[in-house]
């Protein structure tokens, strides 16, 4: 290996070079080099394995953490969806273990329409590829170019093909849709039209062009009609919220931070990328096809040369000289860090060949300027990315120790849950950005319903479950990666039963897919009788936490948004809470109101808990200590946090039992059986109380909450 080459790391390779459209701006068919005349119209399996044995050869030698490959033409798709995924395969099975492939595939997506569009679609998404398409606007902007070779527009082809591609099945392997931009069209119509098929991003292109074929200027345009246009693009993309990722704006605001721009069109970063057109014939960037004929060539080919010895061409290496590789006009400009001189095959003239400034420069320093002066960056107007800080009053959380809570005392738990869930979501949007999963409508409906209710999106922030899929989403758990779930999340849940009992509604929830975060056999959507028998046990459960154990009834009530149905196991009571899903628990409907009631007020104790531990370290998290507790096996001894969740949810559960013996109703046997379970879960909670104070491993508010809650078993 040559230690002065520098590496390739994204190789386009055209598997086809026929294409089903007639594009008038492309560069491969209608510009200088027409060497697509001559070339084979697939790409061979020798050739494909070659490519794949010289890709992976390339890897190993520079130890490269990541390939990346598009899948190009012509019309990829051409090549149908058994050629591609045996394309994948090759290339995948050729690289080294500790190399990750990044498969993308560019299209006019008119075939992802068609008949095989399905299978397509599933193809792509099982492969692995990210799919961008190419799309002009509407139906005037697009077809203005972009037509069939019998000139019939293309335009609701390409948009039905879009909609599979960005439906919930295929989404993730959608990357985004690719304009070029033509002046005469309508920049906020072509925005738009694009933004409305919810893209997860945008990519803008000027159009191929250089000194000698200079691009299209209307009479009245301006010195820079590009830029015009672009900016005012930027501005409704502002007033929009900047929430949807448009690649060049991206490219300008991250080069102007001093971080790397996110294209080859505007940074001087040198030039990694290598072309391999379907006879194997390695070759610099295609935009060179539009300078002259043979511009591309460089006389290496996939079956006799490695990518090392390709590398070392003097057209690659001239490109890696970055800034000092411009001219001078350039290297004097003050934006020259920004735009890097255009895109290479830009500045081409016969005069001078490429020691020229862009034929797009006045363009290029306007939106750059316009950008500099007026760029701000926010991301959905409703979410930001530092949650509040929240106080809470000594006396709202020695209410809360004790085991009980007011209504005030609920709501602060709850407004720090919404704190959460903003940050969570800042991030969900930031990342989505970054791995091109963006999808726009959600955060409109954010935005929307922050302007017409405020209160409205507070209590949608703290949806039980936003914060289970929103931790998913970042952890790219792939069942997740739908960001439909959070405009569903947010909006009124009318297709969940309701239990309502004595002023209290609580969704009985068999319908949300991330109620599954309690590693318990769920039951499915439950027939009308079940639903009947949830409420008519629910009603009683309620009046006798109202009546019988009025202690908890406030914080229940203030609090409890959501019981979502398990599955009965018999002989057994089931229950359960998630630490991240606060307003939620999780029952399996059992014999009596008493054990419903019980069941509910021993698993809020444990919502309450888990929200104030977010609010409030109550012991060292970094402690190795662990204690028994007996409400578990012997073995089973837990962390701190746990057993403090397991105290205080005992607790109460004791004074259910208390309760029970004391009542005047109660027939002997019932009374025998509560003073036993009273006795049982106070000796219980006492020991656990003891061993944890003396343990050394509580905050001074750990031990204060501990205290609270010995005395509690002592009334």
């Not at 697009?142 to 599979?164: C, I, K, L």
């Not at 000698?212 to 301006?222: A, C, F, K, L, Y």
């Not at 001078?328 to 490429?354: M, W």
């Amino acid at each position: 290996m040559d230690g002065s080459v520098r590496p390739f790391s994204l190789f386009v390779v055209k598997i086809q070079s026929r294409c089903n459209l007639a594009c008038t701006y492309c560069y491969m068919y209608e510009h200088a080099d027409q060497s697509w005349r001559t070339r084979p119209v697939a790409m061979s399996d020798e050739v494909v394995e070659g490519l794949a044995a010289r890709i992976g050869e390339h890897a190993a030698a520079h130890r490269l953490p990541a390939v990346g490959v598009v899948l190009h033409g012509g019309e990829p798709l051409l090549a149908g969806g058994p050629r591609i995924r045996w394309i994948a395969d090759r290339l995948r099975a050729a690289l080294p273990p500790a190399t990750r492939l990044e498969l993308h595939l560019q299209t006019n997506g008119v075939l992802l329409a068609g008949t095989d569009g399905e299978q397509l679609c599933r193809t792509l998404l099982e492969t692995g590829v990210k799919v961008g398409v190419s799309l002009d606007g509407d139906r005037a902007a697009n077809d203005r170019h972009r037509v069939h070779h019998n000139g019939a527009s293309s335009f609701r082809e390409v948009v039905a093909g879009v909609e599979r591609l960005g439906s919930p099945r295929y989404r993730r392997a959608f990357s985004g849709l690719l304009c070029t931009i033509d002046p005469r069209n309508d920049p906020v119509e072509s925005y738009q039209t694009l933004a409305g098929l919810d893209p997860p991003r945008i990519d803008y292109l000027l159009p191929h062009a250089n000194w000698d074929t200079p691009p299209s200027r209307p009479e009245r345009g301006g010195t820079a009609p590009y830029a015009d246009w672009l900016i005012a693009v930027h501005r409704r993309w502002s007033a929009d919220g900047q929430r949807l990722p448009i690649r060049v704006f991206d490219s300008i605001r991250s080069a102007l931070a001093g971080g790397e721009s996110l294209k080859e069109a505007l940074g001087t970063e040198p030039c990694d990328l290598a072309v391999v057109e379907t006879d194997g014939s390695i070759e610099l960037a295609d935009s060179l096809k539009t300078a002259y004929d043979g511009a591309p060539r460089t006389g290496f080919h996939v079956l006799e040369h490695s990518f090392d010895e390709a590398a070392a061409h003097p057209g690659f290496a001239l490109r890696e000289a970055g800034a000092a590789g411009l001219c001078q006009t350039c290297r004097r400009c003050p934006v020259v860090e920004i735009c890097g001189g255009g895109l290479y095959a830009h500045r081409y003239s016969k005069d001078n060949g490429f020691d020229n400034p862009s034929v797009h420069c006045a363009d290029l320093l306007k939106v750059i300027t316009y950008m500099t002066e007026t760029e701000t960056s926010r991301p959905a107007a409703a979410i930001t990315g530092t949650p509040a800080a929240h106080e809470m009053s000594g006396a709202c959380f020695d209410d809360l120790a004790a085991g009980f809570g007011d209504v005030a005392a609920v709501r602060q738990l709850a407004a720090a849950q919404e704190s959460i869930n903003r940050g969570l979501l800042h991030q969900v949007f930031t990342v989505s950005r970054e791995r091109g999963e963006f999808s726009r409508r959600p955060w409109q409906a954010i935005d929307a319903l922050e302007r017409r209710d405020p209160e409205a999106l507070r209590k949608a922030l703290i949806h039980p479950f936003l914060r289970v899929w929103a931790l998913r989403y970042l952890d790219a758990t792939p069942e997740s990666a739908d960001q439909e779930y959070l405009r569903a999340a947010i909006a009124d849940r009318r297709d969940r039963s309701r239990l309502v009992a004595d002023g209290l509604t609580v969704t009985l929830d068999d319908v949300d897919p991330c109620r599954d975060c309690y590693g318990k056999p769920l039951v499915g959507r439950l027939e009308p009788a079940a639903v009947a028998a949830w409420r008519r046990m629910f009603a009683e459960a309620w009046h006798l936490i109202v009546t019988e154990y009025p202690g908890y009834a406030p914080a229940i009530g203030a609090g409890l948004s959501t019981i979502v149905p398990l599955a009965p196991r018999p002989g057994t009571q089931t229950s359960a809470t998630a630490r991240q899903a606060f307003g939620a628990i999780a029952v399996a409907l059992p014999d009596t109101a008493d054990d419903l009631a019980l069941l509910i007020i021993h698993e809020f104790q444990h919502v309450k808990l888990g929200a104030l531990m977010d609010m409030f370290d109550l012991y060292d998290p970094t402690s190795p200590l662990t204690f028994p507790v007996p409400w578990r096996p012997p073995e089973d001894e837990r962390p701190p946090g746990a057993a403090l969740q397991g105290l205080y949810a005992h607790a109460a559960v004791a004074d259910v039992w208390r309760t029970r013996w004391l009542r005047e109703a109660a027939t002997e046997p019932e009374r025998s059986k509560a003073g036993a379970q009273y006795a049982t879960w106070r000796r219980a909670v006492a020991r656990v109380a003891h061993t944890l104070t003396v343990s050394g491993v509580l905050t001074d508010l750990g031990e204060r909450l501990v205290a609270r809650v010995a005395e509690s078993t002592h009334r």
